[in-house]
């Protein structure tokens, strides 16, 4: 990804993931997961600045699935607790990105696929520092819970 630094931009911060998109209900696996997860990151890349400070960020979750019915939101220090459907969580300071998973939740319903939309934005009430950028095409991604009944 080219990024031109402007002036007094220092950090820019993305949301991105990997692979085919989906997770899939399924029975209890090796660490407890159920079925296959999805993961997707929120990145900071640093033209210059090091990662001296926390990055904190807001993650919404809307879509065909039900957040705490059908799927739930796993961050690398446990799972979310979101105020609705939104949560607001970091970066660690000294880190570059932070890591979550779609983790499905396996129930006995005949359902189609449903879909996870995921919306990164700036947390209100703690704002970036000056000099961060976000990058608009990459704050938003889509996942799909396939099920297995």
């Given at each position: 990804m080219p990024v031109v630094q402007a002036q007094g931009m220092n950090m820019v911060i993305f949301l991105w993931s990997h692979g085919s998109g989906n997770a899939s209900e399924g029975e209890a696996g090796l660490g407890g997961y159920v079925g296959d997860t999805a993961a997707f990151f929120v990145n900071r890349v640093s033209l210059g600045a090091g990662y001296g400070h926390e990055a904190h960020f807001r993650l919404c979750f809307s879509g065909s699935a039900t957040l705490g019915v059908d799927y739930r939101v796993r961050a690398e220090r446990g799972y979310l607790s979101p105020s609705g459907n939104c949560a607001t969580e970091r970066i660690?300071?000294?880190?570059?990105?932070?890591?979550?998973y779609i983790v499905p939740l396996n129930?006995?319903?005949?359902?189609?696929?449903?879909?996870?939309?995921v919306t990164m934005s700036e947390d209100s009430g703690n704002r970036f520092p000056n000099g961060y950028y976000?990058?608009?095409?990459?704050?938003?991604?889509?996942?799909?819970?396939i099920d297995n009944d």
């Amino acid at each position: 990804m080219p990024v031109v630094q402007a002036q007094g931009m220092n950090m820019v911060i993305f949301l991105w993931s990997h692979g085919s998109g989906n997770a899939s209900e399924g029975e209890a696996g090796l660490g407890g997961y159920v079925g296959d997860t999805a993961a997707f990151f929120v990145n900071r890349v640093s033209l210059g600045a090091g990662y001296g400070h926390e990055a904190h960020f807001r993650l919404c979750f809307s879509g065909s699935a039900t957040l705490g019915v059908d799927y739930r939101v796993r961050a690398e220090r446990g799972y979310l607790s979101p105020s609705g459907n939104c949560a607001t969580e970091r970066i660690s300071s000294g880190a570059d990105r932070s890591v979550f998973y779609i983790v499905p939740l396996n129930d006995s319903d005949d359902e189609p696929t449903e879909t996870v939309t995921v919306t990164m934005s700036e947390d209100s009430g703690n704002r970036f520092p000056n000099g961060y950028y976000m990058l608009s095409y990459a704050t938003s991604r889509t996942f799909r819970i396939i099920d297995n009944d």
